[in-house]
Every structure is written in structure tokens, then in C-alpha cells.
């Protein structure tokens, strides 16, 4: 489902200082809410500053990638994604009150070990942190193409077992492979030992 | 008036949130699990809060400035549980399992 916004700014690619200049600006503007030639002379003045410290990481010497990666978004998910990861979390959140407020407790703490087949590091992090913001699950590792996610009941991380976040993430990134590899559950300290030689 | 109660009850959902995250971390068994205690109903709270600070005055600039707070805590609470979570896998603390798991 290629968008044409997707194509057009693949062609010019997304210059990540401008991104970065704008939301600074909106930034500035928002907490300062003056507009005297004083305050937003301090405002020009802060946002270069940054730009300049930040160069190392966004700009396209360093990262050839990011802005190839940057023109892949799509826009329209990534806008949408927030307010999905919202719910997910309230009902997460809801899920987890149960587990603490249930006198017997049942929790039943388990590893997942899953490779993704996404590529860009943005996309992973970006699924490492919605996996951490989601209650219930903590992003342990990421090493490569595999996660090691920490889940305090089998059923909090549903979503990423059956890899529905997975699916969500690649949507918004333009990622294509995106299936979920060999997720593995593990539930006691021996296969732990096992598998980390420790 | 609708906006005053709203607020409110966000308020007070927030704050059921973070007792909930206080008495997780009391309840349970381990270092683990007591991260998803401590950190998750705490981003919740927080979020309730602030929305509940927003509108507490009515929609302005300052409700603009705590959306903000909001989106920074999303961002950085995750990188802190994931910091917190790989530090103690690096220094090979085991997790707590269920007994009576057989390995496999």
C-alpha cells in the first residue's frame, strides 16, 4: 500500500535537520508563548545551538541511512500509531492492576525470544520502546535482529506473539519483512542458563 | 463545569494508577517484576495526571506544556526500563519463574 506522499519524498528525501529545526521551533515557541524580537532572537539562537551539538546524529554524513529511512515513513500510520499505542497501554495498564490487586497474585513471568525481520535500527527501537511502554513487557536486549523481552504473564504479550505490534511498527516504518520469527517462550532458570552460557 | 469534572476524574484515575504501581512494587517476587511495577502504572499515572492538569483550567497554552511532558515521559520511561532491565541481565540476575515449570 505505497502512498504517493510516500514515493514523492523518496524521490527528494526528508532532510532530518529541517525536521529537527521545525520541531525545535514549535518547541521553543509553545514553552516560551512570547514572541518579541528578544525571546525569539534566544529561540534562533538555542536552536542552533542544538542543530550544531546534534549534527553527529542526525546529520546524512554520519547516518547515510536515516534520511533514506526518514522517506519510507508513513506519515499517516506514524500519526495514528501513538493514539493505538495509547489503548494498548490502558488495557495493558488494566491488566496489570488486576495482577497486583488479585490477593493470589498470578503472575507468570516469562521470556520471549523473537527475531524481526525489520532493518532499520529506528524501527527497532521504535518496537523495543512501544514493548517497554506497554505494561507487562520490558524489552531486555536487542541484539541484531533479536529481542529478548521480559513479560510478567504469557497473555500481556499476546500482541507480540501472534505479532500484531510487529505488524503495526513495519506498517508505520515502510518495513516489508516484518514476520515474526520463531517466537520462544521461556519459564525457568534452567534454559536461562542455557541459552545465555551463563 | 464538564471540564472541571473530567479533570477530576482523571486526576483520581492517575492517582489510582501510581498507588497501584507503589503496592506492585511491594507484591512482587522479583527485580523484574517489580520493574513492570514501578515503571508502567507510573507512565499511566502520570499520563492521567497531566491530562487531568490540562484541562484543568481550561484548554491554554499551559495545557499545550503538559501534552509535552507527556510525550517526553513516553519517550524516555522506556529507554530507562530498558535500561534498568538490560543492566540487570548484563550482571546475570535470573528471573523469578513460577515453580514447577519443567525445563524443556
Redesign the interface.
Known amino acids: 500500500m505505497a502512498s504517493p506522499s510516500t514515493t514523492s519524498s523518496a524521490r527528494s528525501g526528508t532532510p532530518a535537520t529541517l525536521l529537527l529545526i521545525v520541531f525545535l521551533a514549535v ?1 521553543w515557541i ?2 516560551s ?1 512570547k514572541l518579541d524580537p528578544i525571546h525569539l532572537g534566544y529561540g534562533v539562537l538555542s536552536i542552533a545551538l542544538v542543530v550544531i551539538m546534534s549534527r553527529s546524529l542526525i546529520g546524512s554524513r554520519s547516518d547515510p541511512l536515516l534520511n533514506e529511512v526518514l522517506a519510507r515513513i508513513h506519515w499517516g500510520r506514524a500519526l495514528v500509531y ?1 493514539f493505538w499505542l ?1 489503548g494498548q ?2 488495557l ?2 488494566l491488566a ?2 488486576r ?3 488479585l490477593p493470589s ?1 498470578p ?5 520471549l525470544r523473537f527475531k524481526t525481520g525489520m532493518k532499520s535500527p529506528l524501527a527497532k527501537v521504535t518496537l ?14 536487542i541484539k541484531d535482529d533479536e529481542f ?1 523481552v ?1 513479560a ?1 504473564h504469557e497473555d500481556l504479550a499476546a500482541g507480540l506473539i501472534d505479532g500484531s505490534m510487529q505488524r503495526k511498527v513495519a506498517g508505520v516504518f515502510g518495513e516489508t519483512e516484518h514476520e515474526t520469527i520463531e517466537c520462544e517462550l521461556i ?7 542455557r541459552e ?1 552460557g ?1 | 463545569m464538564i471540564l472541571a469534572i473530567i479533570s477530576k476524574v482523571l486526576l483520581a484515575a492517575g492517582c489510582g494508577f501510581l498507588i497501584v504501581g507503589s503496592l506492585g512494587v511491594n507484591r512482587f517476587p522479583d527485580f523484574y517484576s517489580r520493574t513492570h511495577a514501578a515503571t508502567k502504572p507510573d507512565t499511566m499515572g502520570l499520563i492521567l495526571s497531566m491530562l487531568g492538569l490540562a484541562l484543568y483550567d481550561g484548554i491554554n497554552l499551559n495545557s499545550a506544556k503538559l501534552l509535552l511532558i507527556v510525550i517526553f515521559v513516553a519517550i524516555g520511561n522506556p529507554a530507562a526500563t530498558h535500561a534498568l532491565g538490560w543492566a540487570a541481565l548484563s550482571s546475570r540476575l535470573m528471573p523469578w519463574f513460577r515453580k514447577g515449570r519443567e525445563p524443556r
Open positions: 518547541l509553545v514553552f508563548g501513538p495509547f497501554i490502558a495493558a495498564n496489570v492492576a495482577l497486583v490487586l497474585m503472575i507468570d513471568p516469562v521470556l523495543g520502546n512501544s514493548i517497554t511502554l506497554t505494561p507487562g513487557t520490558v524489552t531486555l536486549r529478548l521480559h510478567i519459564r525457568d532458570a534452567e534454559t536461562v542458563r545465555e551463563w
